[in-house]
Structures are given as C-alpha cells and as structure tokens.
C-alpha cells in the first residue's frame, strides 16, 4: 500500500481515569480497503472507532482525517467532513419511532435539503441497495429482526454516499447465514461504492472472508496490521490463541479449503 | 467511492438525436435538479439509446435516477450494453439496477385514507376494549396471588416490599404534605370568600374539614401517587421487560406477580392511606393557617368547632377510598410496565398510558363514590 491513507490515526492515547486504554496507538486506513480491526473484550476497539469519527475526545494524540486534523477544525468543518463517514452502531441505534424510510431519509432532508418525497424515494433504493424487502420500508425497527436492524442500519450509514464506513461489530447477533451474507453485502458495496471500511469484528468468517487487512489491538496498541496470512503467523500469543484456536482454523479452513490435506 | 473529476460540473442530461446523454456530476448535490430535469424529459425519449460516456462523477443517488431514466432491469445489464466503461462504475450501476430490480416486483401497497382511519378507528374501540379486559383478568391474577402466598410468610417478599414502602410512601410523604397544605390554605380563601357575603365566614372550617376529610385528602394523595408512582411502575417493570428480564423470571420458575407486583401492590396499599391521612391532616392545617391570618380564628377555636361539627364518619369515609385508590393505581402501572414491547419508545408510551389512566380511575371512581356516600346518607 504506497498510497496515501484517508485516516492516519498517531499517538492515541485514551484514558479513563487511571485506567488507560489505549497507549499511543498508530493506525492507518488506506483508500478502498476494509480495515478488520480486532482484539480481545476491554482492548477498545469501539473506544477507537468512537475516537476517530470523533464521538470521544482523546486524552492525547493526532486523528488526521482526508488529510485534516478533525481536533483543529471548527465544528462546521467538522460536520462536513463528518458528513463523509457512515457509522453502523452495534445495535443499529435506528430511531425507534421513525420508519425505516423515514431513518434513512432523514440524514438526506437535514444536510441535502432534499423534498421529503425525493429523499424517501432515495431511502427506498439505499434500503433495497441493503438487500431489504420493498414493503419493509415502511415497517418501525420494533417490528423489525435483527438481521433486518443490521441493514437498515447499513442503509442509514450508507445515506449520504459516504466514503468511510465504520462498522461496530456489524455481525455480532446474527446467524451464520445472515453473517455470510453480510460479509457479502459489505464486498459488494465497497466494490461497487469504492467505500474504505474500518470494521470492528469479533467474527473470525468476517476476517477471513472479506478484510483485506487486520489489525489487531493489544495491550492499548496495534500489535500488527497486515493480510490476514501474515498477521495470524505473528509470534504473539494471543494472536496464536486467537487464530489458531477451534474457530479459528475452521474460519481458516473455510476460507482456505485447499489447505484442508 | 465517486470518482472525482478535475472540473467538477452540475449534472444535465442532453437529448442528441435518439440518444440521451447524461452529462456532468450525477451526485447527491445535484440530485434536486437533476430530478426536475428528468420531470422535464419527455417520456417515450426515456427508452432510447442512452450514452454514459459524458458522466462525470456518480453516486449511488445519480445511479438511482439513472435507474429510474432507463429502468433497473436495463441497468442491471449494464454490462452487455455499456462493456466499456471503467468496471467499478460498472459494478455500482449493476449492483444498484440489480437492487431497484428485486424491489420493483414487490410493490408497495396503495394507502387507502377512508379505510385506513376506519381500520384505525376499530382498532382503538377494539384496543380500549381489549385493555379493559386485561386489566380486569390482571387484576384477577394479583388477586389470586395474594391469595395463594397470604397464607405462606415464607413466600412474603418483606425485602422487596419495604424498599417499596420506602419508595412510594417515604419519598413521597414531603410533596403530598406541601401540597395538600397549599391547596387547603385555596380551599379556605374560596369559603372566606363566598361565605363572607353571608357572613358566614366561620363556617369556613367546615369546609375545609369536609373537603378534606371526604375528597381532598385520598385524591390529592392518589392523583400525586398515580403521577410519581404509577409511572415509576411502568418505567421500572417496563424496563425490565425490555431487557427480557421478566421473561428470565419466567423461565427461573418464579412468578412475576409474585416476586414484583404484589410488593408494589401491596406497599402502594400500605402507603396511600398514611399519605392520605398526612394529606387530611396538612390541608386542614393550611386551611387554619388562613383562618388565623385573614379571618382571625384562632387554632383554638378552630380545634373546637372541628370537634363539635364534624363527625368521624367522614375521615372513614375518606380513608376507605384509599386502599381502593391505591390497588388500582398500583395495577394498572404494573399492567402497563408488563404491556412494554422491547422499543425505548414504548417504555415512553406505556408510562404516559399508565399516568393517564390512573389518574382518570381514581377521579372516577371517586365521583361514584362521592355519589354512593351521599345517597347512603354516610
């Protein structure tokens, strides 16, 4: 990767109270790459995702984003550039009494000022784009499953045309088909959107299947950021745990079947 | 994502000949613009040859218009028609055609608005009923709990229930006393005022010992409870519900009822007729505050003729609404915690619900009362 990274991450440094967790952390994220970042429960992996789309102040540290500093910027500077990011909370975060139009729609009245028939008609394809049923638009996320809230949530994120997706454990709670199409819909996109992807993942299947790059975080920083065949040969213990446990040679082997002799 | 042009330029769609031409930035900024353009574009042009050459960048939302010009079923075969242009762009047009596609057959159904309100309107009959009923079987299972553990000390939740009484009744004894005081001391300025006409001012004390002796003393009591409490219910079990913890207590083998209405019942029962009684107490003395500063009664006299007039029958009559009062109460923002459906928004909901009812209840229910007492001659 000799281009130049969307986000350059140097020397954060989060801390909450006496506990620190993140200890000055480097982190790039390349043009159209889906960046899998992983690490054990309590590493701050969401801390860092909420750091970089700016959600936490961090205690110390650069966050460099489209080459400019989001801490130095005024916050109408911030929310434009803010206005490139598309987030997917971990558990949706849909607007319960909104529809699921009305979700993926309001983003588009507030920052485009588009009518609210066009914006709603633009909804419905970003919904459909999501891989959701055309009567489901209308539906209330209550009404909705998990999978579903998932989606729709993608199709909120994807809203305003992002250029960086931030997914927060986007398969966590899904079932393995589910999951599987997932992964799917997030190559797919980011092949046909040309979308960067930082992905916070739990899911062996999602690293194998669709990251380009892993990075795994320990001990408050990035151990190693790399193709997935290099990380998982990385002398570190917990990485061998990680990899080279159960789940993790099935999600290798499931990746690799050739391997399989 | 889009590619960007070195001159970026606002969309425009040329019609050369038989061929449409899309030209510029088909993108999000544009998409206003470029909507009414396509409005302007006569129809049957739409199904002629179509050059993508000019594009400059393009978004998903660009695409979707691009979907809608030449249909999606087209533009999912943008590789047959359109090999050359650059695959990522390809892909986009594909992907998006191929999505517009798949939801184009399953159409939305047309909104109706006459049957619509109808349909709503019966399902609010149908909902008010359906509730009514609930709230009669529910009423029926604490009931029948109560029962069933009354006469088992080891299955009484003391704990449980003491933290209720502290909640409910403690917490809430300094607002209901300020508050009955204040009114007590209106209730007094309103006889002063009317009786003074007829020189009646004395009889200002019996007014406001009736009042609240019967009415005010238990409703003001209730209606505060039905507002701080009842809501509380809701909110807490409600919560609970949504976080499945109700259902956790099912499958443990342990009775929701049990374990987490009948202490709040319970504890409601105990406490309203205290705070009922503080409520009595309070008013009557705001009102002989008044007494004593604008008619000059002083708390002597006041305590006399409060003795001599006004008999005990009325504070049991007032005091025997109060368990009633608080059973409802109690039930009914126990009901609506349990009726929570999973959403933030519902919690919302059901807590407004159970303030609105319950306060609507107890004024009802004292009103027949009030009715009943006096035609009893009580």
Known sequence: MNQEPLIRVRGLTN???????????????????ILGVVGGSGTGKSVLLRSIVGLLQPSAGRIEVFGEDLQRLSTQDRSRVERRFGVLFQRGALFTSL???ENVALPLIEHIGLTRADAEALARVKLALAGLPGESATQYPAELSGGMIKRAALARALALDPEVLFLDEPTAGLD??????FDRLILTLRDALGLSVFLVTHDLDTLYAACDRV??????RVLVADRIDVVEDTDDAWIHDYFHGPRGRAAHLAAYPAEES | MTERPAHPSAGTL?????????????????YAALRRELGRCPRHAWAAAID???LGALDTAGAALLAELVGAQRLAEIDRWAPDLPATRRALLRTLGEAMAHRESSALRPSRPLIDTLARTGQLVEGFWQQQRLLLGFMGQVLATLAATAWRPNRWRLTAMVAQLHQTGLNALPIVALLTFLVGAVVAFLGATVLRDFGATIYT???VAFAFLREFGVLLAAILLAGRTASAFTAQLGAMKANEELDAIRTLGIDPVEVLVLPRVLAMMLTLPILSFVGMLSGILGGALVCLLALDISLIQFLAILQRDIPLNHFLVGLAKAPLFAFLVAVIGCLEGFKVSGSAQSVGEHTTSSVVQSIFVVILLDAVAALFFMEMGW
């Open chain 2, 14 to 30: 040329l019609q050369e000949g038989g061929t449409l031409s899309p030209r510029g930035d088909w993108t999000l900024s544009h």
């Open chain 1, 215 to 220: 990075a795994v975080l320990s001990r408050g």
């Open chain 1, 176 to 181: 393995p088909i589910a999951a599987a199409a």
């Open chain 2, 52 to 54: 993508l050459t000019g």
């Open chain 1, 99 to 101: 529809t699921l139009q």
């Open chain 1, 15 to 33: 801390r909450f109270g006496q506990h620190s967790v993140h200890e000055d952390l480097d982190l790039d994220l390349y043009p159209r790459e």
């Open chain 2, 205 to 207: 004390v019996n007014l």
